[in-house]
T-cell receptor, first 111, second 110 residues
Framework: DTGVSQDPRHKITKRGQNVTFRCDPISEHNRLYWYRQTLGQGPEFLTYFQNEAQLEKSRLLSDRFSAERPKGSFSTLEIQRTEQGDSAMYLC?????????FGQGTRLTVV | GEDVEQSLFLSVREGDSSVINCTYTDSSSTYLYWYKQEPGAGLQLLTYIFSNMDMKQDQRLTVLLNKKDKHLSLRIADTQTGDSAIYFCAETPGADGLTFGKGTHLIIQP
Protein backbone atom coordinates (compact mmCIF):
# COMPACT_ATOMS: atom_id res chain seq x y z
CA ASP A 1 0.00 0.00 0.00
CA THR A 2 1.54 3.28 -1.10
CA GLY A 3 -0.43 5.68 1.04
CA VAL A 4 -3.38 7.95 0.39
CA SER A 5 -3.99 8.52 -3.30
CA GLN A 6 -5.92 11.41 -4.82
CA ASP A 7 -7.08 11.91 -8.37
CA PRO A 8 -6.73 14.11 -10.31
CA ARG A 9 -3.69 16.03 -9.08
CA HIS A 10 -4.76 19.15 -10.93
CA LYS A 11 -8.08 20.32 -12.30
CA ILE A 12 -8.88 23.50 -14.21
CA THR A 13 -12.54 24.17 -14.74
CA LYS A 14 -14.77 26.98 -15.91
CA ARG A 15 -16.97 28.74 -13.41
CA GLY A 16 -20.35 27.05 -13.16
CA GLN A 17 -19.11 23.57 -14.06
CA ASN A 18 -19.27 20.58 -11.72
CA VAL A 19 -16.12 18.77 -10.62
CA THR A 20 -15.54 15.51 -8.76
CA PHE A 21 -12.41 14.42 -6.93
CA ARG A 22 -11.52 10.96 -5.74
CA CYS A 23 -9.60 9.80 -2.70
CA ASP A 24 -8.33 6.28 -2.06
CA PRO A 25 -7.32 5.95 1.58
CA ILE A 26 -4.77 3.61 3.08
CA SER A 27 -6.28 0.12 3.12
CA GLU A 28 -8.33 -0.69 6.19
CA HIS A 29 -8.22 2.85 7.54
CA ASN A 30 -11.74 3.40 8.77
CA ARG A 31 -11.58 7.19 9.00
CA LEU A 32 -11.39 9.48 6.01
CA TYR A 33 -11.21 13.28 6.05
CA TRP A 34 -11.47 16.03 3.47
CA TYR A 35 -9.72 19.36 3.96
CA ARG A 36 -9.38 22.51 1.89
CA GLN A 37 -6.22 24.58 1.81
CA THR A 38 -5.95 28.03 0.26
CA LEU A 39 -2.73 29.93 -0.37
CA GLY A 40 -0.97 30.97 2.81
CA GLN A 41 -3.33 29.07 5.08
CA GLY A 42 -3.33 25.80 6.89
CA PRO A 43 -5.74 23.06 5.86
CA GLU A 44 -9.35 23.60 6.97
CA PHE A 45 -11.54 20.68 7.89
CA LEU A 46 -14.47 20.01 5.55
CA THR A 47 -15.93 16.64 6.42
CA TYR A 48 -15.20 13.26 7.98
CA PHE A 49 -16.28 9.66 7.45
CA GLN A 50 -16.12 6.72 9.80
CA ASN A 51 -16.41 3.81 7.39
CA GLU A 52 -19.31 4.77 5.10
CA ALA A 53 -20.99 7.11 7.57
CA GLN A 54 -20.47 10.85 7.18
CA LEU A 55 -20.21 11.96 10.80
CA GLU A 56 -19.29 15.61 10.64
CA LYS A 57 -19.54 18.47 8.18
CA SER A 58 -17.95 21.87 8.54
CA ARG A 59 -19.79 25.13 7.97
CA LEU A 60 -17.37 25.55 5.04
CA LEU A 61 -19.17 22.74 3.25
CA SER A 62 -21.92 24.65 1.47
CA ASP A 63 -24.82 22.88 -0.20
CA ARG A 64 -22.86 22.91 -3.47
CA PHE A 65 -20.45 20.43 -1.92
CA SER A 66 -21.23 16.77 -1.41
CA ALA A 67 -19.03 13.92 -0.30
CA GLU A 68 -19.63 10.21 -0.35
CA ARG A 69 -17.90 7.07 0.77
CA PRO A 70 -20.34 4.44 -0.45
CA LYS A 71 -18.54 1.25 0.54
CA GLY A 72 -16.36 2.58 3.27
CA SER A 73 -13.31 2.54 1.02
CA PHE A 74 -12.70 5.31 -1.54
CA SER A 75 -14.44 8.66 -1.26
CA THR A 76 -15.55 11.31 -3.73
CA LEU A 77 -15.96 15.04 -3.22
CA GLU A 78 -18.19 16.81 -5.71
CA ILE A 79 -18.50 20.56 -6.13
CA GLN A 80 -21.46 21.75 -8.16
CA ARG A 81 -21.67 25.09 -9.96
CA THR A 82 -18.07 25.95 -9.14
CA GLU A 83 -17.15 29.51 -8.19
CA GLN A 84 -13.78 31.23 -8.30
CA GLY A 85 -13.67 31.12 -4.52
CA ASP A 86 -13.59 27.33 -4.72
CA SER A 87 -10.06 27.49 -6.13
CA ALA A 88 -7.90 25.72 -3.58
CA MET A 89 -6.00 22.54 -2.81
CA TYR A 90 -8.35 19.77 -1.67
CA LEU A 91 -6.64 17.32 0.63
CA CYS A 92 -7.77 13.91 1.74
CA UNK A 93 -6.46 12.11 4.81
CA UNK A 94 -7.09 8.72 6.35
CA UNK A 95 -6.45 7.30 9.78
CA UNK A 96 -6.99 4.23 11.85
CA UNK A 97 -6.38 5.75 15.26
CA UNK A 98 -4.04 8.59 16.21
CA UNK A 99 -2.08 9.20 13.01
CA UNK A 100 -3.69 10.86 10.01
CA UNK A 101 -1.91 10.48 6.68
CA PHE A 102 -2.52 12.89 3.84
CA GLY A 103 -2.62 12.46 0.10
CA GLN A 104 -0.86 14.79 -2.33
CA GLY A 105 -4.02 16.78 -2.87
CA THR A 106 -6.04 17.92 -5.86
CA ARG A 107 -5.39 21.51 -6.90
CA LEU A 108 -8.55 23.08 -8.30
CA THR A 109 -8.42 26.24 -10.37
CA VAL A 110 -11.73 27.82 -11.36
CA VAL A 111 -11.43 30.26 -14.25
CA GLY B 1 -6.59 28.28 11.96
CA GLU B 2 -7.50 31.01 14.46
CA ASP B 3 -7.29 28.59 17.35
CA VAL B 4 -3.72 27.59 16.57
CA GLU B 5 -1.08 30.32 16.26
CA GLN B 6 2.34 30.08 14.71
CA SER B 7 4.97 32.54 13.55
CA LEU B 8 4.91 32.80 9.77
CA PHE B 9 8.64 32.64 9.11
CA LEU B 10 11.79 31.27 10.70
CA SER B 11 15.25 31.66 9.19
CA VAL B 12 18.18 29.56 10.42
CA ARG B 13 21.66 28.74 9.25
CA GLU B 14 22.39 25.27 7.94
CA GLY B 15 23.68 23.11 10.77
CA ASP B 16 22.00 25.14 13.51
CA SER B 17 18.93 24.04 15.44
CA SER B 18 15.49 25.29 14.40
CA VAL B 19 12.79 25.84 16.98
CA ILE B 20 9.25 26.31 15.70
CA ASN B 21 6.68 27.44 18.22
CA CYS B 22 2.92 27.04 18.38
CA THR B 23 0.16 28.02 20.77
CA TYR B 24 -3.22 26.36 20.81
CA THR B 25 -6.47 27.00 22.60
CA ASP B 26 -8.31 23.74 23.15
CA SER B 27 -7.13 22.19 26.40
CA SER B 28 -9.11 19.03 25.64
CA SER B 29 -6.90 18.16 22.67
CA THR B 30 -5.70 14.63 23.24
CA TYR B 31 -2.90 14.73 20.71
CA LEU B 32 -0.91 17.53 19.13
CA TYR B 33 0.78 17.12 15.80
CA TRP B 34 3.52 18.50 13.60
CA TYR B 35 3.21 18.20 9.84
CA LYS B 36 5.64 19.22 7.10
CA GLN B 37 4.57 20.48 3.68
CA GLU B 38 6.91 20.96 0.75
CA PRO B 39 5.88 23.14 -2.22
CA GLY B 40 2.95 21.72 -4.18
CA ALA B 41 2.76 18.63 -2.00
CA GLY B 42 0.48 17.16 0.62
CA LEU B 43 1.22 17.08 4.32
CA GLN B 44 3.74 14.69 5.81
CA LEU B 45 3.21 13.63 9.41
CA LEU B 46 6.45 14.32 11.28
CA THR B 47 5.55 13.51 14.84
CA TYR B 48 2.86 13.85 17.46
CA ILE B 49 2.67 13.98 21.22
CA PHE B 50 0.06 12.73 23.65
CA SER B 51 -1.27 15.47 25.90
CA ASN B 52 -0.06 13.80 29.11
CA MET B 53 3.56 13.91 27.93
CA ASP B 54 5.83 16.93 28.06
CA MET B 55 8.56 15.78 25.71
CA LYS B 56 9.05 13.40 22.83
CA GLN B 57 12.25 12.82 20.89
CA ASP B 58 12.53 11.15 17.51
CA GLN B 59 15.97 11.30 15.89
CA ARG B 60 16.61 14.98 15.01
CA LEU B 61 13.15 16.04 16.18
CA THR B 62 12.24 17.03 19.72
CA VAL B 63 8.72 18.05 20.68
CA LEU B 64 8.09 19.97 23.88
CA LEU B 65 4.61 20.45 25.30
CA ASN B 66 3.69 22.93 28.01
CA LYS B 67 0.08 22.07 28.66
CA LYS B 68 -0.41 24.79 31.26
CA ASP B 69 0.54 27.50 28.75
CA LYS B 70 -0.89 25.57 25.78
CA HIS B 71 2.46 25.89 24.04
CA LEU B 72 4.00 23.35 21.70
CA SER B 73 7.42 23.51 20.05
CA LEU B 74 9.31 21.50 17.48
CA ARG B 75 13.10 21.51 17.57
CA ILE B 76 14.99 20.27 14.53
CA ALA B 77 18.64 19.58 15.31
CA ASP B 78 21.36 20.08 12.70
CA THR B 79 19.01 21.74 10.21
CA GLN B 80 19.64 20.74 6.61
CA THR B 81 18.55 22.28 3.28
CA GLY B 82 16.06 19.43 2.91
CA ASP B 83 14.26 20.69 6.00
CA SER B 84 13.17 23.78 4.09
CA ALA B 85 9.35 23.59 4.07
CA ILE B 86 6.24 24.85 5.83
CA TYR B 87 5.63 23.30 9.24
CA PHE B 88 2.11 23.04 10.60
CA CYS B 89 1.08 22.56 14.17
CA ALA B 90 -2.34 20.92 14.66
CA GLU B 91 -4.63 20.15 17.57
CA THR B 92 -7.51 17.74 17.90
CA PRO B 93 -10.45 19.62 19.41
CA GLY B 94 -12.71 16.59 19.23
CA ALA B 95 -13.13 13.20 17.60
CA ASP B 96 -13.23 14.87 14.22
CA GLY B 97 -10.69 16.65 12.11
CA LEU B 98 -7.51 18.46 12.97
CA THR B 99 -7.33 22.22 13.47
CA PHE B 100 -4.20 23.59 11.87
CA GLY B 101 -2.21 26.76 12.30
CA LYS B 102 -1.27 28.84 9.27
CA GLY B 103 2.16 27.25 9.15
CA THR B 104 5.73 28.42 9.70
CA HIS B 105 7.96 28.79 6.65
CA LEU B 106 11.40 27.45 7.59
CA ILE B 107 14.11 29.12 5.53
CA ILE B 108 17.61 27.67 5.56
CA GLN B 109 20.57 29.96 5.00
CA PRO B 110 23.77 28.37 3.69
Amino acid sequence: DTGVSQDPRHKITKRGQNVTFRCDPISEHNRLYWYRQTLGQGPEFLTYFQNEAQLEKSRLLSDRFSAERPKGSFSTLEIQRTEQGDSAMYLCASSENTEAFFGQGTRLTVV
Amino acid sequence: GEDVEQSLFLSVREGDSSVINCTYTDSSSTYLYWYKQEPGAGLQLLTYIFSNMDMKQDQRLTVLLNKKDKHLSLRIADTQTGDSAIYFCAETPGADGLTFGKGTHLIIQP
